[in-house]
């Protein structure tokens, strides 16, 4: 069973191709992230303009890398959302009138669903039932995984999500965009002990994040030590140390978190996906306390922990497994900028 992924849910379109005897054959990325860096963050309007422009050319050049053609696909899986209205449409419209038009099943796929399912393309590979941490630029979720589709979420952000605090801090140090990657290049150059920052939310019970208070903190301390350097060098220092601390603030919650819900599921897996999964730190944060604490982390490589094509593939091979997709020729178009995990079935 050969499915074509659409991935087009923000500023990448991720075009791929998995064969569910030879694992994924194809695989297309093309990133906006030079189009928007201009403007320091994500412009909807331009964003869904440059899908339209790249989602064909990148079927196409997919289906030459698989040595395939359109007819040689059993089904086409699309990410339906949560994300940008505009740019979730590009994807919906292309992927289900390729379906329309070649009698093919049509797949809608959760976007984190996506995230969530991506480590299990890896050669080491969580099984059903475990725990997921999805975190990335619009969501910090804990979610209790029992099988495909049956998913309960334990925690989620009242606010900024993980990423987004990474974004909004590295702006606010004056690094290029995106954000979450600088703040980590940076944080190695720095001490992590010069300034105590806060854990919110690790105060009380419960297993929900909130990053603004977080990203706050970090800006008054920004803005009240810098005043008191003296030259250049001082607040390059200066700005390493902030990024190190904060940095080390985002992952320390983060992990105590998903200890504190393994602790009260019992379950001994971890999947950590979505953008700020590739992050270093929390990687090798994790790594440790699950060897303290008895569970195995899984992670997706580098290249799938952003928004692919790839994992909206292998989620569309999975739904077609379990016969979850549209009819034949059903050419209903749907788009959901918000869409709630638990609501899949």
């Not at 990024?243 to 200890?259: G, I, N, P, Q, R």
């Not at 790839?310 to 016969?323: D, L, Q, S, T, V």
Request: charged share 25%.
């Amino acid at each position: 069973m050969k499915i074509l992924g659409i991935e087009s849910s923000c500023d990448e379109t991720g075009i791929a191709i998995y064969d569910t005897d030879q694992g994924l054959v194809a695989d297309q990325l093309y990133s906006q992230i030079e189009l928007h860096a201009q403007y320091g963050g994500v412009v909807p309007e331009l964003a869904s303009r440059d899908h339209v422009r790249k989602i064909v050319p990148l079927i196409e050049q997919a289906c030459e890398e698989a040595g395939l053609t359109l007819d040689d696909l059993d089904g086409i899986a699309y990410t339906s959302g949560p994300g940008l209205i505009g740019a979730l449409l590009v994807g919906a419209c292309v992927g289900r009138s390729v379906a329309w038009a070649l009698d093919k099943p049509a797949i809608e796929i959760h976007h984190m669903e996506g995230h969530l399912l991506a480590p299990l393309l890896e050669d080491d590979k969580p099984e059903f039932p475990f725990l997921s941490l999805l975190v990335s630029g619009g969501h910090t979720l804990l979610v209790d995984v029992q099988a495909l589709g049956e998913y309960k979420i334990l925690g989620d952000t009242l606010d900024d999500a993980a990423g987004e605090a990474f974004d909004k801090t590295a702006k606010l140090l004056g690094l290029p965009y995106p954000g979450g990657r600088y703040i980590a290049e940076l944080a190695t150059q720095g001490d992590n002990t010069r300034f105590k920052f806060p854990r919110p939310m690790m105060n009380r019970p419960g297993l929900d994040f909130s990053f603004s208070g977080l990203k706050t903190f970090t800006r008054v301390t920004w803005e009240t030590e810098v005043e008191l350097c003296s030259n250049d060098e001082e607040k390059q220092k200066l700005k390493a140390d902030i990024a190190a601390c904060f940095e080390l603030a985002v992952t320390d919650t983060l992990s105590k978190k998903c200890v504190r819900a393994i602790k009260q599921t019992g379950l001994k897996s971890l999947v950590i996906a979505g953008g700020v999964s590739a992050n270093v730190a929390l990687r090798e944060m994790l790594s440790t306390l699950g060897q303290k604490h008895r569970f195995k982390p899984f992670f997706p490589s580098p290249k799938y922990c952003t928004d692919n094509g790839a994992m909206i593939a292998f989620a569309g091979a999975m739904r077609m497994a379990a016969n979850q997709y549209a009819s034949y020729g059903e050419a209903t178009i749907k788009a959901y900028p918000r869409w709630n995990l638990e609501q899949l079935s």
